[in-house]
């Protein structure tokens, strides 16, 4: 079975400031994927990146950043110079290629408060 | 860009009532899922469709659920008798082709109020 543990239940930083969030995740299957979610207070689901377990490149998108470690299982996410837009919740989710359309599996998400 | 869209976007409905949200996947892609997620939780695969049927369920999805693509766009899931432990967030999802490892696109989600 499939396991993303997100540790951190809420993070709050003040803006200008970097963060990280950290996700571990546990699965045996040698092939996966991983992805990072933004929910806002409005309540959707916002995709911000997918990783393949084949590629440990790590990318960088504007101020965001991640970290995929395989020998840790883990992919953390960093924002550079947070800005209060950047308040949501973010969700790590874990899948796997299995023949059928198995879904995701998200962690319990990070609550993250940019303050002004 | 191409999105997923639910409707309705809040549903307010009395205990033993049958409900049915919708969703207009993507138009080319081919796996579709609902996922659910109870206010301050973390978001929980329902099931997932391909092929018109049924591919993965979880545990969550008894025979309470049932989902459905009546024809080339939309796809439906209908709670037959609602509890209250089945207010939450819904949300639909599609994806073009699991094998080349495509994005999940999520929908904006259907709030479910059962009272």
């Excluded at chain 1, 003040?14 to 996700?23: A, F, G, I, P, R």
């Excluded at chain 1, 840790?72 to 960093?78: A, K, L, Q, R």
């Excluded at chain 2, 049927?53 to 766009?73: L, N, T």
């Amino acid at each position: 079975a499939q396991k993303v543990t997100q540790a951190q239940t809420e993070i709050s930083v003040v803006e200008k400031e970097d963060v990280t969030l950290d996700c571990v995740y546990e699965t045996r299957d040698t092939t996966y994927y991983l992805f990072w979610y933004k929910q806002p207070p409005s309540g959707e689901l916002v995709f911000l990146i997918r990783r393949n377990s084949f590629d440990e490149q790590n990318e960088i998108s504007g101020r965001y950043s991640w970290n995929f470690q395989k020998s840790t299982s883990s992919f953390n996410f960093t924002i550079t110079a947070s800005q209060v837009v950047d308040s949501a919740v973010y969700f790590c989710a874990l899948g796997v290629l299995r023949g059928g359309a198995d879904g995701l599996t998200f962690g319990k998400g990070t609550h993250l408060i940019i303050q002004p | 860009e191409p999105e997923v869209t639910q409707t309705p976007s809040h549903q307010v409905t009395q205990m033993g009532q049958e409900v049915i949200l919708r969703c207009v996947p993507i138009s080319n892609h081919l796996y579709f899922y609902w996922y659910r997620q109870i206010l301050g939780q973390k978001v929980e695969f329902l099931v997932s469709f391909y092929n018109n049927e049924i591919s993965e369920k979880s545990e969550i999805f008894d025979d309470q659920f049932s989902v459905e693509r009546p024809d080339g766009s939309n796809f439906t899931l209908k709670i037959r008798s609602t509890k209250l432990e089945d207010s939450a967030m819904y949300f639909c999802a599609s994806t073009l082709a699991l094998g080349r490892v495509d994005t999940i696109y999520f929908g904006e989600g259907s709030w479910l109020t059962v009272v």
